[in-house]
Nanobody, 114 residues
Framework: VQLQASGGGLVQAGGSLELSCVASGSIFSINVMGWFRQAPGKQRELVARITRGGNTNYADSVKGRFTISRDNAKNWVYLQMSSLEPEDTAVYFC?????????WGKGTQVTVSS
């Protein structure tokens, strides 16, 4: 399984960005897809995840500002980020779980300037 993320970049505080990620490979069904992030000097943390059935959960720090969605048929997952804050600056990683195994994309940089 390979994951390819896109959509990162530089944005001013208060702005918006959308991240996209597509999974490819020998996939019959992906249960959970999600996004994690890692800021310099910090551990990787969950941002949001979504099950195949559409159940979602978010980190408290992004609730009300970020929205995760997915296209099950095409194995895409999206993260719409609004009201971005400098504290959201990090490398964002796409993640999926297939048959109990976690797979990771290479990460995309999101930088929010104040």
């Amino acid at each position: 399984v390979q994951l390819q993320a896109s959509g990162g970049g530089l944005v001013q505080a208060g702005g918006s960005l959308e991240l996209s990620c597509v999974a490819s490979g020998s996939i019959f069904s992906i249960n959970v897809m999600g996004w994690f992030r890692q800021a310099p000097g910090k551990q990787r943390e969950l941002v949001a995840r979504i099950t195949r059935g559409g159940n979602t959960n978010y980190a408290d720090s992004v609730k009300g500002r970020f929205t995760i969605s997915r296209d099950n048929a095409k194995n895409w997952v999206y993260l719409q980020m609004s009201s971005l804050e400098p504290e959201d600056t990090a490398v964002y990683f796409c993640n999926c779980n297939v048959y109990g195994i976690d797979y990771w994309g290479k990460g995309t940089q999101v930088t929010v300037s104040s």
